[in-house]
């Protein structure tokens, strides 16, 4: 009997034929595949969403706002968080209004919104206070305040907080004239790579006594572990306060 043409099973008993062997993998692997599915789903279903704060949603868009260039968008998102007090938000608002970004001018209002930053605890806005009392024109000058804010901004680790305090304390503009403590700001700020205080601080050098010169060399050592402990604790925190909006 001629069999050449025979499609009957020439293999092993109990085993299927090559096709059939092959669809039996095929749906084993798809089975495998979606287990793996099912499983992965059933993790991410019962994995806790984050929770978003609408404040801090707010504040973020705010921000990009105000970097683009479109302030009245910036406005209406940082106006309602000053308000509540938000401390960022006041900031941000703070600058709008000293720069006359999307409003008219007020510096006054500038300084409000800075004030509630700045007990916030944002450097930035301690800052912008010092630096309006230190460069104010008229009544706005004030070095009293000015060398107020900006030793709480030095402290926080702002570089040109640090040399315009030593300028204050140079020329002894709102208190004593300390020569002393103008090197040690001079320093910590050139420390940090701010080259006008390096040159303030080399040019100081030179009229002052040697005697002097080795009570700031020592007390820039004595103060240095306080004050960036200080710095690097603020930074940690002000990176805390960014992600999260002020309540």
Known sequence: M???GST?????????PGGGQKLVGLVLVAVLLVGLA?????FIARRPAVPVDANTVALQEGIAAFKAGTFKVALEKFKPLAK????????????????GLGMAKDVNAAISLYGTAAEGGWTAAKF??????????????DFKKARKWLEQAARDGSAPARADLGRLYANGWGGPKDLVQAYVWYEFA????D?????????LLKNMPDEDVAKAQDLTE????????????????TKTQENASAK
């Open 195 to 203: 080259y006008a205080a390096q040159r303030l601080r080399d040019g």
């Open 222 to 237: 004595k103060m240095a572990p306080e004050v960036f402990a200080h710095a690097n604790d603020k930074a940690n925190g």
């Open 38 to 42: 099912g499983a992965t789903g059933f």
């Open 128 to 141: 912008q206070l010092g630096e309006i009392y230190f460069r104010g024109m008229e009544e706005l000058q």
């Open 2 to 4: 001629d069999t050449s």
């Open 84 to 99: 509540q007090g938000n401390a960022q938000a006041s900031y941000w608002l703070g600058r709008m209004n000293e720069d």
């Open 190 to 193: 050139a420390k940090q790579g």
């Open 8 to 16: 009957g099973d020439t293999g092993k008993p109990g085993q299927l």
